[in-house]
């Protein structure tokens, strides 16, 4: 199963992510604040986090050095709907895709099948 971490505090845009991509044959998980993110990562079951990069609890940058102190090989995809990508150090933005909210839902899928192009995600 293609298990996947939704971090973002707005219960309509997880419902309605969560919807599209199990049709597309992904387990999804999300998370309405970072604290819940972090809990949810520590377990090991998650191989892509997409985050917002202003949910409550820690700031973007936080959350993903935090994501990636625990697994350094967990793909990350970062969202937003202001300019926090710009905030972001360089070598995070060289490494992390960036989506800006608002967003087609098929440009998620496309940056998910990016990160690990093939059948399944083990």
Do not use: W
């Not at 599209?20 to 809990?39: C, P, V």
């Not at 839902?105 to 093939?118: C, S």
């Amino acid at each position: 199963m293609k298990n996947i971490l939704f971090v973002d505090d707005d219960p309509v845009i997880c419902s309605l992510l969560k919807s599209f991509l199990s049709l597309k044959k992904y387990h999804i998980e999300y998370a309405t604040n970072g604290i819940d993110a972090i809990n949810t990562v520590v377990k090991g079951q998650v191989k892509i986090v997409i985050m917002d990069m202003n949910v409550h609890g820690m700031n973007g940058v936080e959350l993903i050095k935090r994501i990636h102190g625990i697994n350094p090989a967990l793909k990350i995809i970062a969202m937003s709907g202001d300019t926090s990508f710009d905030k972001l150090p360089p070598e995070l933005k060289a490494t992390i895709p960036f989506i800006a909210k608002p967003f087609r839902l098929q440009d998620i899928e496309k940056l998910i099948v990016n990160l690990f192009p093939g059948p399944e995600v083990v």
